[in-house]
């Protein structure tokens, strides 16, 4: 199967870029406790750190490249310190090349250890978040944004609540059979471009539109399709997990076509196997019912373990084995030969 893609994977970010975006997507916010060129700090990891003993002097493991967490323990531990001995810990940790330091819990540093990380270049920020909420919501969005993902051409509906990916060589109709699903009650998640992020290290795969295109389809021979405003809000998705994919193919008399679906095709986008169904176009055929089919025997599959092909197939073995229990079985050449020799002795 071949795809129309893109690999893409972003290798690190700004702390500009993270203390922006971050507070528009959570509801987390942080306050700058000094000013240092944020553009020059860039956060390589998704991973988050609290270096308690970092600042007790052991940096021989200090991941020191990730955004550093000081929370009541970091602070308390140096606020009980004598002012020569906290100048001399902070100074050894802010030596290394952190992107930043985030205070939780409203905690405060002192002036003079302020003024040592702004010196270094180190961006200091603090939020009233509790270190456990905050480091729930910043590895969430690191997780985001150093996903791996792909952009794929094609469709993506929800369908019953089943992510479907629509994939097919151009021309096939995949926005027509898309925009035919939105027209019978589904929704539209993307038309023509679609961003597909694993998350982390799961097997969890989730599509996005692209932010260019939006909620706009292209439809041959009627041109651009506002799907929001014909359809309403209701017809729109942000996002939705990636369950099948159905490969829209060109009919031909010479190709063979799955006839039972007894053997599961699979399909591998970004490493993670997904169902795959393989559907002929033709005219006449309604390829929008079959998508629904195809939506409602996965969810048969996933929450009732029910699969119709194995079921027929075990009704028509039921009856051959039944058949044949009443089946006399025909009499042997040995039981032959004593009647035939008992007839001739009468």
Request: hydrophobic share 40%; charged share 25%; with cysteine.
């Amino acid at each position: 199967m071949n795809f129309d893609q893109k690999g893409l994977r972003k290798r690190s970010i700004t702390v500009a870029y993270f203390f922006e975006k971050i507070q528009q997507r959570f509801d987390i916010k942080f306050r700058r406790l000094n000013g240092v060129d944020e553009q020059k700090r860039r956060i390589h990891e998704r991973d988050l750190h609290r270096p308690g003993l970092a600042m007790a002097g052991f940096t021989k493991l200090f991941t020191y490249k990730r955004v550093q967490i000081l929370g009541n323990t970091e602070t308390r531990y140096l606020n009980h310190l004598s002012d020569e001995a906290r100048s001399t810990a902070f100074a050894n940790f802010v030596s290394f090349r952190m992107p930043c330091i985030i205070l939780t819990s409203n905690n405060k540093l002192e002036p003079e250890l302020i003024d040592m990380a702004t010196n270094a270049g180190i961006p200091v920020f603090v939020t009233r978040c509790s270190s456990a909420k905050a480091i729930y919501q910043i590895t969430d969005f690191l997780d985001e944004e150093f996903s791996l993902y792909q952009q794929y051409h094609g469709s993506m509906v929800d369908v019953y609540g089943v992510g479907v990916l629509l994939t097919g060589k151009s021309g096939l109709g995949k926005s027509e059979v898309a925009l035919d699903l939105v027209e019978r009650g589904h929704g539209l998640v993307a038309d023509d471009v679609v961003v597909v992020k694993r998350r982390g290290e799961t097997n969890a795969l989730v599509a996005s539109r692209n932010n260019i295109i939006d909620h706009f389809m292209e439809i041959r021979g009627l041109g651009v399709v506002d799907v929001r405003q014909n359809f309403g809000i209701r017809a729109i998705r942000d996002s939705k997990d990636v369950q099948v994919v159905v490969e829209l193919l060109e009919w031909s008399k010479e190709a063979e076509y799955e006839r039972l679906g007894l053997d599961q095709k699979t399909v591998k986008l970004l490493g993670v196997d997904l169902p795959l169904a393989q559907l002929p176009i033709f005219p006449g055929k309604n390829i929008t019912v079959i998508i629904e089919v195809v939506a409602l025997n996965f969810l048969l599959k996933r929450y009732a373990g029910y699969v119709p092909a194995e079921a027929l197939t075990e009704r028509i073995r039921n009856v051959i084995n039944k058949d044949r229990a009443e089946t006399p079985a025909p009499p042997t050449s040995v039981e032959t030969s004593s009647e035939e020799y008992d007839d001739e002795n009468d």
